[in-house]
């Protein structure tokens, strides 16, 4: 603990939202006329862009941030995910939410039992029938104050199941990269809409199920590790997709169940440049099982620099068991197991995490935010094989969603975190950095001394500065 002082971060700002969010409902995006990320909130039937305000001493802001194909009234329609990546300077949007025509006379939301290749509307503005929704908003870089206020175009979709979240991914072809989001729903089935735009029109449409069993084969779940025979399939509480650093065309997928089962998988995608088609191939498919519910799970790099040789990890959150780590999942799959030492915590729920270099030491760690109004930061400690505990911290309410995002654009990951109606944003004290930068400044000057680089590199910038 005093090796890593609490003050390393501290909470700089907290806003308001208009109502209460869930652990599906934040996503990060990228606002490029400030040139800085941004948090895009949703909060029950409305939404929120945080960020920090340049004119008012950089203080923590929010905008409201107002979506087309919506329905009017607010108060007939929930938002249950949200999901955004950035792709050519334009942000892409998945909103997947309910709407209830009234409170007299609610959509009906029982399981669709027809074809499902007719279980999608296609057009905006189209039947609105059905009770689950999922909107794709594009929003490129706008010149008013907020950057997805009024987004140049979109589409919508309904769909037959109630989705439980939302995420994005890529399809690797032999020639391109096409931005797909990957929707679960309580049929165990995990539904694949793909970017179809064109010069003309926006436009996501969903494979076929024949061509998401190809394309994603890791999705072919067998039924008899989800559940016992003659009952409902269990859902899908949270999934994560993660392309290896230096050999994208690496595709692990974790998958995580009520029912406590973890699936953990690694595809591969054909490196065939002369095939027309893409090729996946299933490497290995594990599941694991706990003794509850599974609330999230992540992949994160052990280290924060090394992406030529990295190692990939898996944190799994659990509301009766805590949280596991598993280490360098592609080689050794479940096997290589660390556990997190939280005997300095009171028994609690693991609702959420998020994995980044707190400590500027190049190595990435854990923070987990749990239900009784917590978080608390982990290091890895390789003389002891565990998570140690480095802070711990109490907010107002329990914590539903962490993000790692620089608002402020200056190189420096800020905290996001989520509790029912605030954001926090927790920063780095500046101080600490400054007397990090200095030392590690020091420490590379004195390295180049100790090897004879430093007096060339002092000639080099002569002659450089000769030049000009």
Known sequence: MENHPRSWLWEGFSVKL??????????????????????????????????????????????????????????????????????????????????????????????????????????????????????????????????????????????????????????????????VFLVPCENSLIHVFTDTSTENSFKFTELPQDETEILFPEFNFDENYLTQPDQPLPLILWMDVFYVPSEERKRLSAVAWENGNVQLSLCQVSTEESETETAVALVFCKVICYDGPVTQLRFFNRSAVDVVNPQVNLVVCTALEFVYVYHDVVKCIFSKVVHVDDSSLESDCVLCCACYDIDMDSTNEIVIGTFYQQIAAFKYSPHRNVYELMWDRKYPGPVRGLQVVDLSNDGINDLIVMTNNTVHIMQHNIAHIAALCKEKLLAYVQKLQNSGNLESLQREQLEVHGDS
């Open 18 to 179: 208009d109502g209460v969010t869930n652990v599906y409902g934040c996503s990060k995006m990228f606002n490029f006329n400030r040139n800085a990320e941004e948090v895009l909130v949703a909060s029950e039937n409305c939404f929120k862009s945080v960020r920090f305000d340049r004119t008012d001493n950089l203080r923590g802001t929010t905008s409201c941030v107002k979506l087309p194909g919506l329905p009017e009234v607010q108060s007939t329609f929930t938002v249950l995910a949200i999901d955004c990546f950035t792709n050519n300077e334009i942000n892409i949007i998945c909103v997947v939410f309910i709407n209830c025509q009234s409170e007299e006379d609610p959509l009906l939301t029982e399981p669709f039992t027809g074809d499902l290749s007719g279980s999608l509307v296609g057009s905006a503005g189209g039947d609105q029938s059905k009770c689950c929704c999922i909107n794709f908003y594009s929003c490129p870089n706008a010149s008013d104050d907020s950057n997805v206020s009024n987004p140049v175009d979109y589409c919508e979709q309904s769909i037959a199941y109630n989705p439980t979240m939302v995420t994005n991914a890529f399809l690797t072809h032999p020639n391109r990269q096409q931005n």
